[in-house]
């Protein structure tokens, strides 16, 4: 089993950036497809972003052309760098393989977009 520990987030202006790191206990070149997903307060939690071991991405349209998803195999590391950030951006962000292992869920990283 591996272990997901996401980092990075925190408090930012809107407009600004923040860029979030998954570390992962073991190798995870073995899976195909990762996943950055959020959970804002009230809401489910919903996918963000994707990237196969191929680094071909998908991002939902509300992300799209500001935040950037990347992996680091060697690293055993998924990245989400996140610009122009919006106040409706605020949430928990989690890794985990996409489609999900219920197993995998970490304790995300909380990132709050306010001035």
């Known amino acids: 089993q591996v272990q997901l520990v996401e980092s990075g987030g925190g408090l930012v202006q809107p407009g600004g950036s923040l860029r979030l790191s998954c570390a992962a206990s073991?190798?995870?070149?073995?899976?195909?497809?990762m996943g950055w997903y959020r959970q804002a307060p009230g809401k489910q939690r919903e996918l963000v972003a994707s990237?196969?071991?191929?680094?071909?991405?998908y991002y939902v349209p509300s992300v799209k052309g500001r935040f950037t998803i990347s992996r680091d195999n060697a690293k055993n590391t998924v990245y989400l760098q996140m610009n122009s950030l919006k106040p409706e951006d605020t949430a928990v962000y989690y890794c985990?393989?996409?489609?999900?292992?219920?197993?995998?869920w970490g304790r995300g990283t909380q990132v709050t977009v306010s001035s």
């Open positions: 985990n393989k996409h489609p999900p292992d219920r197993n995998y």
């Open positions: 073991r190798s995870i070149f073995s899976f195909d497809r």
């Open positions: 990237i196969t071991s191929g680094s071909s991405t």
